[in-house]
């Protein structure tokens, strides 16, 4: 355990300010607790997580919860940098689009943090280095990535909730991310909306079903634009 | 809940309960694949009556949540199979009834509602269910000529074929939501229904930005700013409670989105867009009974 409270410290000294960022919350007490670091986890003989990096989101719902959290604050976060700065080319109509998104992501959010109370993660700081937002194709090919892995998140979410409330939740959301995900699609390549690249298509027998991407599929995109890594390694599944 | 400690303590008093758990998931087990973790997802449910004599009531429930998927998915097959004029002895649909650009959407929609279908059947099947028999259909809403239609010009009138396009689809995503709770005892059906579930979201999403094109006030989500299309006290059951902005947290606490410092944030305005809601089993039949005779 000491050694592990090393690396905490020297996770947290030796990676620039804004890094850190990504656990503010009220205080710092509300960040330790809710943030288990995956080193100091009895599982820390796992060899899928990296004591010195990696943090995890929680167990049981509570993790999963924070989960789609971190996923709704990336959409959000997404959103309100597009609303803000809008790619040149981009027109009116779309922009509009693109605020109602922006504004369903930032209630998603919302009602994440509220459900999670004081076991609810900090506010994290996205780096969006690698995509392009100064033009609309790079937009919308930001937009669909992030909307088609929202989808497939929440279906692969569903079953590992245990509470039906969140399960419900899970669903209530699920569809609007699909729905989202159907306008964005057809915008940037018309009736690509359900294309065979998330709806199976090929003779297999889960034809017709939209894709479903366990937590740490999920979380393994969602670490390309955080300075940090995150670990699902405590989430069920 | 711990499952596991409870489970190995039951198992302790009665040796058998292992077995009887796991002749209850054999009826699931083709479609499965159910291993240890499946099977201890499904523990909660089952444990209750495992322990006790056993009951169908389970597997009928689950059951019943796939039989009202396959029926509803055979509306939709059938509905658009015939604007596509694939079906024998159906009134003919003129060649001109699909707008330029308009057919292969339609198409691509028709074809997944069919392998949902064939999924369903294959399902229900391997699970030794019997499929439910398959409604005939009136798109019209007149029940065969029984009563006046709702619909009449649905196969003629393109923009009516996209509003009862639009009602199905919508519907079909709030039914998937009102029985995914009753899958919860099978991890492999859940995660199949809520991934059929998006891709009729998707469709309606299409749908309704097919509409738009063509000069209707729709988003391509529910919203309370949506012209409404639906008939009173027919379809109406569609959107009712769709404007919910009441979202509750375990513990039936309610999300204060309207009380600051939460409306200080976001668009209160939109959050009855930010979530779809369910609608129970005998919403869905009634409407699909609008639709059969």
Known sequence: MDTKSTSFSRLFSARPVRRRTFFRVAGATAASSALVLAGCDKDDENPEVSPEQAFTLGTGDTGLLNYAYLLEQLEAAFYDKVVATPPADMPAAELAYFTDMRDHEVIHREFFKFALGTSAIGTAVFNFGSLTLTTRAGVFAAAQTLEDLGVAAYNGAGKLFTDPVYLGIAGKIASVEARHAALVRDLALPNSFAAADVVANDGSALDGLDAAKSPAQVIAVVNTFLNITVSAASLPG | ?293
């Open chain 2, 1 to 293: 809940m711990n499952i596991l400690k409870l489970l190995a303590d039951l198992a302790e008093v009665d040796p058998t309960l292992y077995d009887r758990l796991s002749s209850r998931q054999a009826a699931f087990a083709p479609l499965s694949k159910l291993g240890r973790k499946a099977a201890l997802a499904a523990l909660p449910v089952a444990l209750g009556t495992a322990i006790m004599p056993a009951q169908a009531r389970d597997i009928r429930t689950i059951l019943d949540s796939l039989n009202l998927a396959l029926v509803l998915e055979y509306l939709e097959s059938e509905f658009y199979a015939r604007a596509l004029g694939l079906v024998a002895g159906a009134p003919s649909v003129p060649a001109s009834f699909f707008p330029a650009g308009t057919r292969p959407a339609i198409e691509t929609i028709y074809r997944h509602e069919q392998q949902h279908v064939r999924f369903l059947e294959r399902v229900i099947q391997a699970s030794g269910g019997t499929l439910p028999t398959k409604p005939r259909f009136d798109f019209t809403g007149s029940k065969n000529g029984a009563q006046p239609a709702l619909f009449a010009d649905v196969f003629t009138n393109f923009d009516t074929f996209l509003q009862v396009a639009q009602t199905l689809e919508d519907a079909g995503v709030r039914a998937y939501k009102g029985q995914v709770g009753f899958l919860q005892t099978d991890n492999s059906l859940l995660e199949a229904a809520l991934r059929i579930h998006s891709v009729e979201a998707r469709h309606a999403a299409h749908i309704r930005s097919m509409r738009r094109a063509r000069g209707a006030n729709v988003k391509s989500w529910v919203s309370p700013t949506d012209t409404s299309i639906a008939v009173a006290g027919k379809t109406d059951a569609v959107y009712a409670g769709e404007g919910l902005v009441n979202q509750f947290v375990a513990g039936l606490r309610q999300v204060p989105f309207d009380q600051a410092p939460l409306n200080t944030v976001v668009a209160v305005a939109k959050v009855a867009e930010a979530f779809d809601e369910p609608i129970p089993a005998s919403t869905a039949t009634s409407l699909v009974s609008i639709f059969t005779y």
